[in-house]
């Protein structure tokens, strides 16, 4: 098991519980979509398992080793993060960007060698983007962007990949094809967990879905069986009900 | 196809590099030549040889004092604190994730001017002066860091806010100074060391600070790379396997040794460590694998460059920090105008 979740806990300093008692488990091949209110606390979720946050008890293993026993560097070799779309500071090429991704194999005094620009542009011809290359990061449009930036996680050679809202700030098209790249990747081999604000996401990967509710209780199920039309009303506060399509051939969500 | 990208791109770093080397070095004999007394060239490289080789002497003491005790010591701190503030100064913007931040964010000139401006006050030598400089500059920004420990925000933002106020103290404190000062004497020297010169720079004077400023020189080019990863931000340079607290740590540690060497050398010189690797950022991209050396021969052109138009343009000398502002501005300005659709 790549990743095992047990009893996880999280409050930020002199703040109330975020979640509590979160249990779960990612293998090879598999996605997990977390979804949840805004300011449920999925993200803060995603940033423990990232190694940034510090969860308050619990523990996550990786590999069945424990991450808070673990180096940074080490964490980084097995978990790799893809952030909100943002735009940096410096307008570094497409390909020193992705570059960047083989930072945990690059020594504190050593800069990228030939065999680690091979390997982003690697990346960058598996996401079809090897023509942007010498792009500037800032200039590209955002779905070339967040293309960019799962090169770079390719390019780090992670075991799980943990994805923040990819689809956020991404028009219909693109967040579809971000999508399908997830689906693509979990076929691979790699783990995946990302969070979404549209449940259709994870209807369309069709693996695990975490549902984070205000109390910070997680619940966790495959897809088909937990994203019913109760929950997904209950969840959102509206009156939701989902259909099949028969030429999509999955369930699509309606708000009546 | 990519291949032959890949090559343009390194031809053209190392034609920039080269190019900028060779400037360098016609800047820096312009720098011995030029001057109220006249020594020709040729005297000039025959007095500077005859240290190494035994050459027939065929020039007076006025000229060997001229080039070796003036002139050399001045081009040569010219040269190394100009790349220093450049280097520096490109540090602190990828840390801060800001391009318009210049070394002294975190305090360091301020405390270093109240750290010397306190020794003039106590009419100490100028040794005590430049060791006071140095230790105003280490507390500044020592207390600057340790803001964010106490309220328990480590993000950068708090450290900013903290170089914001603790700046501000220093330049209260600056005032009170200048407010107590004899107006005849120490105000006077108060002023005109904060504007910065090379004029008093001697071989013996710059043998102190070389330690502290050639040292963390190397070690930030030796981790330059970490800078573009900390450039990406605190969380990701975290997911990406970086230790935020000892990288960014030891830069600014590295950083703050070389500005507030540069000021006690030769006082506070602004605008250096902010153009040039803006100027370097447009001329060879971001990439501090690369930016970083061409930042510093730019600046270590570019201060000499000014030191000679001190010397040159009025009878009386200017001060660095004029002619910097002066320049540096307008500058700036083009640069800004240049990249126009970059800047957001």
């Known amino acids: ?256 | 196809m990519s291949q032959n990208n890949s090559l343009g791109y390194v031809l053209r770093f190392q034609g920039i590099l080269w190019l900028s080397v060779i400037i360098l070095m016609v800047v820096f004999v312009l720098s011995l030549v030029v001057g109220q007394y006249r020594v020709p060239l040729e005297e000039t490289f025959r007095i500077m040889f005859s240290k190494i080789f035994t050459i027939n002497r065929t020039w007076d003491n006025i000229q060997q004092a001229v080039i070796m005790d003036l002139r050399l010591p001045r081009t040569v701190a010219a040269v190394i604190i100009g790349a220093a503030l450049s280097l520096s100064g490109a540090t602190y913007q990828s840390i801060f994730k800001n391009p318009m931040v210049s070394p002294d964010l975190l305090g360091v000139s301020s405390g270093a001017c109240v750290g010397a401006a306190s020794a003039i006050l106590l009419n100490g030598s100028s040794i005590l002066i430049q060791i006071s400089a140095f230790a105003g500059g280490l507390i500044a920004v020592a207390i600057t860091l340790m803001i964010p420990r106490l309220i328990r925000n480590e993000s950068t933002t708090v450290l900013v806010l903290s170089g914001i106020v603790i700046s501000s103290l220093m330049s209260s404190i600056m005032s009170i100074i200048k407010f107590v000062a004899d107006t005849d004497t120490q105000l006077a020297e108060i002023t005109y060391w904060m504007m910065g010169s090379f004029a008093m720079t001697t071989f013996e004077s710059m043998l102190p600070v070389l330690p502290t400023i050639l040292i963390p020189m190397a070690v930030i080019l030796m981790m330059r790379y970490r800078l573009n990863v900390l450039s990406l931000g605190d969380n990701e340079a975290k997911s990406l396997g970086i230790n935020l607290r000892t990288t960014r740590g030891m830069f600014i540690l590295c950083s703050t040794l070389i500005t507030a060497s540069s000021v006690c050398l030769s006082g506070t010189i602004g605008w250096v460590g902010l153009v040039i690797p803006h100027t370097a950022r447009m001329v060879i991209g971001s990439d501090n694998k690369r930016m970083l050396p061409i930042a510093m021969i730019f600046g270590g052109v570019f201060m000499l460059f000014i030191d000679i138009l001190c010397r040159t343009i009025t009878a009386a000398e200017l001060r660095l920090g004029i002619l910097t502002g002066v320049i540096g501005a307008p500058f700036f300005i083009f640069i800004l105008f240049k990249q126009r659709r970059q800047v957001q």
């Not at chain 1, 792009?135 to 779905?143: D, L, R, W």
Request: hydrophobic fraction near 40%; glycine fraction near 8%.
């Open chain 1, 1 to 256: 098991m790549i990743l095992e979740v047990n009893n996880l806990s999280f409050h930020y300093h002199n703040g109330p519980m975020i979640f509590s008692n979160v249990n779960f488990n990612v293998d090879n091949g598999e996605v997990l979509s977390i979804l949840g209110t805004n300011g449920a606390g999925k993200s803060t979720l995603l940033n423990c398992i990232a190694n940034l946050y510090k969860p308050m008890s619990g523990k996550i293993l990786l590999n069945g080793k424990p991450m808070s026993r673990m180096s940074l560097r080490g964490v980084a070799r097995i978990v790799g993060y893809v952030p909100q779309i943002h735009t940096p500071a410096y307008a570094y090429s497409v390909r020193e960007f992705t570059v960047m991704g083989r930072t945990p194999y690059i020594g504190a005094f050593k800069t990228p060698s030939t065999e680690d620009y091979r390997i982003a542009d690697e990346a960058l011809e598996r996401m079809g983007i090897i023509y942007l290359r010498d792009k500037s990061y800032t200039e590209i449009s955002g779905g070339e962007r967040q293309q960019a930036m799962i090169a770079r996680v390719i390019a780090q050679q992670p075991q799980l990949i943990l994805l923040d809202e990819p689809t956020a700030h991404l028009d219909y098209g693109n967040q579809y094809r971000v999508v399908q790249m997830i689906r693509q990747l979990a076929s691979e081999g790699y783990a995946l967990i990302m969070t979404t604000h549209n449940p259709e996401h994870a209807i369309i990967l069709n693996g695990k879905v975490a549902i984070l509710n205000r109390r910070g209780v997680l619940g966790i199920g495959q897809t088909a069986e937990t994203l019913s039309a109760e929950t997904l009303s209950n969840l959102y506060g509206l009156s939701i009900k989902t259909v099949y399509d028969h030429d999509a051939k999955r369930n699509v969500c309606v708000v009546c």
